[in-house]
């Protein structure tokens, strides 16, 4: 079964509104780069989201950057899946590198997260990766396969089916370095494997795998010809219309 590519952005902390609808704008003057076989998104800050969702081509949807995994209720400073939905969010992030670390997500609140995700009807794209220490000793797979496991429990196979996991590098991300697309196949092919073995062979095939870690106009083709990475999630690079429109084109090019 054919995946559908996926460019994702993750803005992360940057961009006010108004340098958010400088990009809508610039990035409108350049849809002719956006392939119609191929899905985008941007995942953005809470206060960008709403001049995206108006000024983006429609072929780039929204994606949220974090959620609480609870209805409703009072955490302070928390957003609720429910409101992300109502609000036309297609995507939220769960298990960044950048959560894991500097604010403690254990895989256990990653699981909630995504659960939640999925119960209000938004794509999880759960991200998972060795840091370097992890990789020199050669515990990349057992790390991947926890995360990855521990991730989806609970899931549906149907729900697994139409995930996004997005396998970083942790030493990859903003430092210029890129694992090489042969390793990333590598792991993307044993995440996919896990998956079949674990979970259900035919959710294993549907499901899609991203390859993120100093994805630039210049590389990103070589990630998605490999046969087991179906896009890229994409920092740094993601800030620049010209520079998404460039790896519209790459990806599109590479059809
Ligand atoms: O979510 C995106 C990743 O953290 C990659 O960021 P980067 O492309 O700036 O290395």
Redesign the pocket.
Known sequence: MARTPLLMG?WKMYKTVAQARAFAEALGQQSSALHGGVEYAICAPFTTLHVLRVMLPAQVKIGAQNVYPQKEGAYTGEIAPMMLAEFGTQYVLAG?SERRTLFGESDQMINHKVRAIVENDMVPVLCVGENLSQKESGQTQAIVAGQVVQGLAGLSASDVARAVIAY?PVW???SGKTATAEDAEVVAKEIRNLIAEQIDASAAVSVRILY????KPNNIASFLQQPNIDGA?????SLEASSFADMASAIGGAL
């Open positions: 993750n960044h970083e990859a991300i903003g993120g870690g100093s994805v999630l994409v920092g740094g690079a």
